[in-house]
């Protein structure tokens, strides 16, 4: 079975501008959330999504969003990228809701100058 | 409000044990998560255990949980070099995938 897939996998950015990034979830398991990592705040939540629906929301600003397709997959947008966006963005996938295992994916790397 | 903490660093020698230890500080948490983060890797699920649960062993690995003192530990018997990495604790609580992760632990093993 294959694993959390993330695309793509390194991206450098210009400040101002905005990014889309792609998770493709282990086949059957229909709930992605999404991580950003940072050297100085560690690893934390930004949202998940089941069934297309976000059902829980980190504290980041607005511009970051995301959605759900009908087949899992599940997109994060940045707009108006900062210096401060510089991160390594994780997505994980899991069967259900809660107490399921939860896979990550191997990162995207987001730079932004 | 939800807080873990680890230490920053541990270093053993190959064939010793390895403890990492996490104190968490939600007392609604359901289940807690050891994941392991290579560099420039993403985060490999090892074990998890549910709160009503003490202990948890699986091969090498052996989770301990204190849930009156908030206290997780991870036991790695015979720890090797390939296990040199960054080990996170993770916990769920509230409901849904939400995971609040301690700082990591990196781990050094020496020959």
């Known amino acids: 079975k294959a694993g959390v897939t993330q695309t793509p996998r390194y991206l450098i950015k210009t400040r101002g501008q905005q990014v889309t990034l792609s998770c493709s979830p282990i086949s059957g398991h229909r709930s992605v959330s999404w991580y950003q990592q940072t050297p100085g705040q560690g690893l934390q939540f930004l949202f998940e999504?089941?069934?297309?629906?976000?059902?829980n929301k980190g504290n980041f600003p607005g511009r970051f969003s995301g959605r759900q397709f009908s087949n899992s997959r599940s997109e994060m947008n940045v707009s108006t990228l900062e210096l401060g966006d510089s991160a390594l963005y994780l997505c994980?996938?899991?069967?259900?809701?809660?107490?399921?295992?939860?896979?990550f994916g191997p990162g995207t790397r987001l730079t932004v100058t | 409000g939800e807080d873990v903490e680890q230490s920053l660093f541990l270093s053993v020698r190959e064939g010793d044990s390895s403890v990492i230890n996490c104190t968490y500080t939600?007392?609604?948490?359901?289940?807690l998560y050891w994941y392991k983060q290579e560099p420039g890797a993403g985060l490999q699920l090892l074990t998890y255990?549910?709160?009503?649960?003490d202990m948890k062993q699986d091969q090498r690995l052996t989770v301990l949980l204190n849930k009156k003192d908030k206290h997780l530990s991870l036991r790695i018997a015979d720890t090797q070099t390939g296990d040199s990495a960054i080990y996170f604790c993770a916990e769920e609580a509230g409901g849904g995938n939400k995971l609040t992760f301690g700082t990591g632990t990196q781990l050094k093993v020496e020959l």
């Open positions: 999504y089941f069934s297309e629906t976000q059902r």
């Open positions: 255990i549910f709160s009503n649960m």
């Open positions: 994980a996938s899991s069967f259900g809701t809660s107490g399921y295992e939860q896979y």
């Open positions: 939600d007392s609604s948490s359901t289940y």
